[in-house]
């Protein structure tokens, strides 16, 4: 269950990270801000997910031994 529960919050933080700004950017309630800074914080969520996912992974092969 703690695996399944860390890929379920690694999915979360992609959809969160890709999705938030373009809906905020869309609907007008995003400051301005350099494009850059948006970029940067989406790819860290990107990232942030990836660690999450392989922790989940070692997680599961932990329970193979």
Same mark, same amino acid.
């Given at each position: 269950?703690? #695996?399944?529960?860390?890929? #379920?919050? #690694? %999915?979360?933080?992609v959809?969160? &990270? /890709?999705?938030? *700004? $373009? =809906? &905020?950017? #869309?609907?007008?309630?995003? *400051? %301005?801000q350099?494009?850059?800074?948006? =970029?940067?914080? &989406? /790819?860290?969520?990107?990232? $942030? %997910? =990836?660690?999450?996912?392989?922790? %989940?992974?070692?997680?599961?092969?932990? /329970?193979?031994?």
């Amino acid at each position: 269950m703690t #695996a399944n529960f860390m890929n #379920a919050v #690694a %999915a979360g933080t992609v959809t969160i &990270s /890709l999705i938030g *700004p $373009l =809906v &905020s950017m #869309a609907l007008g309630t995003m *400051p %301005a801000q350099d494009i850059w800074n948006i =970029v940067s914080l &989406s /790819l860290f969520g990107i990232v $942030l %997910a =990836v660690v999450l996912h392989l922790l %989940a992974r070692g997680v599961l092969d932990k /329970l193979r031994e």
